[in-house]
Structure formats: structure tokens, C-alpha cells
């Protein structure tokens, strides 16, 4: 069984002390037993994250991190660095990487690898860009990316892996793909990773979707069968609209 997970991707907001008071609110709320929670800070602040949910079933995850081990790579972040202050699960390829900082397939292919010997966990985002939706290539982008960024993985790894398909032209723009297209292309990519692997990880790989979910529209998203959890980004900087999300699975 997938596991059900909703995770706030807080991207580049948030200084130390929103950090903390953001926390303190969402420690305030009652998680659903069978809903894994995640957030992910900006690096300044996962340490204090990590230490004030110690007690708390919310995991902190990192929104990036490099694909080396360690050395010269002035401003980056290493899975070391993340693992010693408490971070298992990394973000990878969110098309925000992918646009600005000309992060490719191939570049995933190896920070995957590096999540991967370091033991921790990835969330690997895919997602076509409008104009390949309205020229009906949709498919064959995201096929591409699992292709040249995730299937070269062994069959043991995908235990540790979960994907986010977040359609680019719906993230941060209010515009969110309807709850059919979602489960069409979810189950596009259930049914591709079955292909190149085999059912039993197809079935188990939770599928999550990002892109301008909010709680009005959550409960719809995540009634979908191959839809096992939601990345949220600008309604999970307000603990009520992330609780209401969260919710909206129970
Ligand atoms: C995201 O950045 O992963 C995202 C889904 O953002 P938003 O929810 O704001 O569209």
C-alpha cells in the first residue's frame, strides 16, 4: 500500500522566527494517525525545524541538496550535512530547480543516486510544461523524466522513493489541473513504472500531486485512486489551509 503523504514545500519564505511561529501552530493541530505529514524549510532553518518537532509525528525534509559527497561547491549542500542535522527525505527535480537553476535529467539521475547511497528517501518531481500539454506531448515528457532521471534505479530502491507529478503551468499559478487529469496522468505513471519494474512497486510507490492545491479543492484531488498525497507550496505557509489539506485525506 502506498503510503498517504501531504508535504509543505515552504521554498524560499520563511526567516527563523516565521519558521518557529509556523511550527508552534501546526504542533498545536491533530494529525491523522494514517497521514504522513512532511515539511521542508529552506536549509537555514531545518535544524531548529528538526529540533522542534522532535516530539512531533511531523518529519522535516530538505527542498534540495547536491550531488556530491563533499568538496568544492561553494554555496551548496551536501546529504551528509542534511543527514547530521536530521534530514531522511530530499525534494529533487521540482521544476523550479529544473527552470532557474538548469537542473536536467541526467543531474537527477545522480542526485537520486547520491539520496540513494546516503539511504535517505526522495521525492522526485516530474511535470510537463503548458505548451507540451496543448500540443498533447504530456505523456511523452513525463515518461522522458522517469526514463532519464529515475528508472535506472535497482527494484530495492523504489522503497525509498515517492514522486510528485506537478504539472509546471499549475504550480503557483492558481490554475490547478482538474481531479480527472490528475488521475489519468497518476495513473500513466503507476502504469509506466509497472512496465519498466513490475506491479507490486507500481502499486506501493506513492504518487503525490502538487500544484496550486488548496483546501477547496484538496478533498476532490486526493478522492482520485491513484492520487496518494498531495506537495503543497503557497497553502502550506498557513497552518490552517495545511491542516485543512491534511484533513481533506481523513
Ligand atoms: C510546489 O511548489 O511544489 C507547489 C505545488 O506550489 P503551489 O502549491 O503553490 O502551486
Given at each position: 500500500?502506498?503510503?498517504?503523504?501531504?508535504?509543505?514545500?515552504?521554498?524560499?519564505?520563511?526567516?527563523?522566527?516565521?519558521?518557529?511561529?509556523?511550527?508552534?501552530?501546526?504542533?498545536?493541530?491533530?494529525?491523522?494517525?494514517?497521514?504522513?505529514?512532511?515539511?521542508?524549510?529552506?536549509?537555514?532553518?531545518?535544524?531548529?525545524?528538526?529540533?522542534?518537532?522532535?516530539?512531533?509525528?511531523?518529519?522535516?525534509?530538505?527542498?534540495?541538496m547536491?550531488?556530491?559527497?563533499?568538496?568544492?561547491?561553494?554555496?551548496?549542500?551536501s546529504a551528509g550535512?542534511l543527514k547530521?542535522?536530521?534530514?531522511?527525505?530530499?525534494?529533487?527535480?521540482?521544476?523550479?530547480?529544473?527552470?532557474?537553476?538548469?537542473?536536467?535529467?541526467?543531474?537527477?539521475?545522480?542526485?537520486?543516486?547520491t539520496a540513494?547511497?546516503n539511504?535517505m528517501?526522495?521525492?522526485?518531481?516530474?511535470?510537463?510544461?503548458?505548451?507540451?500539454?496543448?500540443?498533447?506531448?504530456?505523456?511523452?515528457?513525463?515518461?522522458?523524466?522517469?526514463?532519464?532521471?529515475?528508472?535506472?534505479?535497482?527494484?530495492?530502491?523504489?522503497?525509498?522513493?515517492?514522486?510528485?507529478?506537478?504539472?509546471?503551468?499549475?504550480?503557483?499559478?492558481?490554475?490547478?489541473?482538474?481531479?480527472?487529469?490528475?488521475?489519468?496522468?497518476?495513473?500513466?505513471?503507476?502504469?509506466?513504472?509497472?512496465?519498466?519494474?513490475?506491479?507490486?512497486?507500481?502499486?506501493?510507490?506513492?504518487?503525490?500531486?502538487?500544484?496550486?492545491?488548496?483546501?477547496?479543492?484538496?478533498?476532490?484531488?486526493?478522492?482520485?485512486?491513484?492520487?496518494?498525497?498531495?506537495?503543497?507550496?503557497?497553502?502550506?505557509?498557513?497552518?490552517?489551509?495545511?491542516?485543512?489539506?491534511?484533513?481533506?485525506?481523513?
Amino acid at each position: 500500500m502506498p503510503k498517504k503523504i501531504v508535504a509543505g514545500n515552504w521554498k524560499m519564505n520563511n526567516d527563523l522566527s516565521q519558521t518557529e511561529t509556523l511550527l508552534k501552530d501546526l504542533k498545536k493541530q491533530v494529525i491523522p494517525e494514517d497521514v504522513t505529514v512532511m515539511i521542508a524549510p529552506s536549509f537555514t532553518n531545518l535544524f531548529k525545524a528538526f529540533e522542534s518537532t522532535r516530539e512531533h509525528p511531523i518529519q522535516v525534509i530538505a527542498q534540495n541538496m547536491h550531488q556530491s559527497q563533499k568538496g568544492a561547491f561553494t554555496g551548496e549542500v551536501s546529504a551528509g550535512m542534511l543527514k547530521s542535522v536530521g534530514v531522511q527525505t530530499v525534494i529533487l527535480g521540482h521544476s523550479e530547480r529544473r527552470a532557474y537553476f538548469n537542473e536536467t535529467d541526467d543531474l537527477l539521475a545522480e542526485k537520486i543516486n547520491t539520496a540513494l547511497e546516503n539511504n535517505m528517501q526522495a521525492i522526485f518531481c516530474i511535470g510537463e510544461e503548458l505548451r507540451d500539454r496543448e500540443s498533447g506531448d504530456h505523456y511523452e515528457v513525463i515518461q522522458n523524466q522517469l526514463k532519464n532521471g529515475l528508472f535506472h534505479v535497482s527494484n530495492d530502491s523504489w522503497s525509498r522513493i515517492m514522486i510528485a507529478y506537478e504539472p509546471v503551468w499549475a504550480i503557483g499559478t492558481g490554475e490547478t489541473a482538474s481531479p480527472q487529469q490528475v488521475q489519468e496522468m497518476h495513473h500513466y505513471i503507476r502504469e509506466t513504472i509497472a512496465k519498466q519494474y513490475d506491479r507490486n512497486i507500481a502499486k506501493n510507490v506513492s504518487i503525490l500531486y502538487g500544484g496550486s492545491v488548496k483546501p477547496g479543492n484538496a478533498k476532490e484531488i486526493f478522492a482520485k485512486k491513484d492520487v496518494d498525497g498531495g506537495l503543497i507550496g503557497g497553502a502550506a505557509l498557513n497552518a490552517e489551509d495545511f491542516m485543512a489539506i491534511i484533513n481533506a485525506f481523513g
